[in-house]
């Protein structure tokens, strides 16, 4: 897969030597996390076939089968104050629906914040893990791993009303190598322009986020709200109006949100 990974990028991909395949790894996070703590430079990449942990946010875990998917991090090394990466993971989020829209020809939506979908079902799950340098408070390291589900023709009945590949979506294989191509010129992109692009990785991933103008369910710890999402603002915050009136500008790190009726909407 390696090879057909590096053959697929242009001579001008500058991290063709940061890149790392292996048939089977805990969780391409950890491993990174690992690698990232012992010096691994800005744009090191580790893809797994399969994942013995596979993580998600919020403790869960995210499925990983040999074959079918792709289970990927990214390492990344901004030099900027953690406050200055709150769009982060939309720009993530974004950047992945361009890479499955090129390598698939299917365009999904983002559930806020973090999940590509496509017919309300999950595609894609993203977890961004950042590390801060205690002296001085700034970004270390930024880790962003991505599972694909791609190829999987079923899932277990506890989640086959919630998840989809995109070969079930499509009704064709995806070529899991030119899928992966897509991403990391998507993640080069991203991280040339992470900052530069703020503001336009944020209207991008409005324009695919379907949450936007839909009932939700705010959820945090056993406290469950119902509320209206109107839009994100310029930290990628989901702005959101209670059935009173009030309005809330929700974090990412603090709630989960859940559509009226299921998942997603
Ligand atoms: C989520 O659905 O909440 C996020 C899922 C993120 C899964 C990816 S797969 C590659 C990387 N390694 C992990 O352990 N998790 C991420």
Sequence with gaps: MKEQILSFLPPEYPWKDRLFVFPELDSTNNRLKVLASQGAPHGTVLIADRQTGGR????RSFLSPPGVGIYMSILLRP???PQELMHLTCAVAAAMCR???CA???RP???WTNDLVYDRRKLCGILTELSIEAETRTVDYVVAGIGVNCNQTAFAPEIADVAASICMETGRPVDRSLL??????????????LQSGRAAWLAEFAA??????????IIRGDTV??????GIDGEAALLVRYPDGTREAVNSGEVSVRGLYGYVT
């Design 56 to 59: 998600g946010r919020m403790g």
């Design 79 to 81: 030099e900027c104050a």
């Design 99 to 101: 890479a499955v829209e």
């Design 104 to 106: 698939a020809g299917l």
């Design 109 to 111: 939506g983002i559930k």
């Design 180 to 193: 992966a191509n897509a991403m990391l010129r998507q993640m080069l992109a991203l991280a040339r322009e």
């Design 208 to 217: 695919h986020c379907i949450t936007i103008g839909q009932p939700v369910q």
């Design 225 to 230: 709200r119902e509320a209206f999402a109107e």
